[in-house]
T-cell receptor
């Protein structure tokens, strides 16, 4: 399967714990995006990388959130001191420069904060 | 502030009927308008897209109609099938390093 891969698919954690998600984009894609989706809503942009550089961050991305993309390959999204309001589906997408608007999404990581 | 407004929130259509979902935008800098389809437990998948230089684009049973002056675009699903039951999102993009912005989605149920 050469699509976007996300791990884990589901994560249940207690409030205050740290969690980390991983995304492996389509191999030839140099752009990688993180979105968050809550029930009944569309995906909301969090942050975006071109290669290893983080180019855009949404105001939604509080100081508790950090994302990395070392070596411009896979990416991790870490949430520190999780809150119940962080419960959502975290979606990763990738694209290729020049067709940056054509996003390919993974199946997401469903986070539940108890 | 919602950059792309989508309606209706939910839609029930008889098998064989036409499903119509509408979106409106304000920012005239948007120059690419895709529709994504999402099934439960999956990420959104690109369905069809249009640029403002054309008023209509058709791919199989799916058609986008685009009205630049009204800043509106819509998705039409002809001969709707139960397998089309999913959530549909319109989106808009204005190029460069800006992200794709999504509407809130329409949950479509096609009943036999």
């Amino acid at each position: 399967d050469t699509g976007v891969s996300q791990d884990p698919r589901h994560k249940i954690t207690k409030r205050g714990q740290n969690v980390t998600f991983r995304c492996d984009p389509i191999s030839e894609h140099n752009r990688l995006y993180w979105y968050r989706q809550t029930l009944g809503q569309g995906p909301e942009f969090l942050t975006y990388f071109q290669n290893e550089a983080q180019l855009e961050k949404s105001r939604l991305l509080s100081d508790r959130f950090s994302a990395e993309r070392p070596k411009g390959s896979f990416s991790t999204l870490e949430i520190q001191r999780t809150e119940q309001g962080d419960s959502a589906m975290y979606l990763c997408a990738s694209s290729f420069t020049g067709v940056g608007e054509k996003l390919f999404f993974g199946s997401g990581t469903q986070l539940s904060v108890l | 502030q919602q950059q792309v407004k989508q309606s209706p929130q939910s839609l029930i259509v008889q098998k064989g009927g036409i499903s119509i979902i509408n979106c409106a935008y304000e920012n005239t800098a948007f120059d690419y308008f895709p529709w994504y389809q999402q099934f439960p437990g999956k990420g959104p998948a690109l369905l069809i897209a249009i640029r403002p230089d054309v008023s209509e684009k058709k791919e199989g049973r799916f058609t986008i109609s685009f009205n630049k002056s009204a800043k509106q675009f819509s998705l039409h699903i002809m001969d709707s099938q139960p397998g089309d039951s999913a959530t549909y999102f319109c989106a808009a993009f204005r190029g460069g390093n800006t992200p794709l912005v999504f509407g809130k989605g329409t949950r479509l149920s096609v009943i036999a």
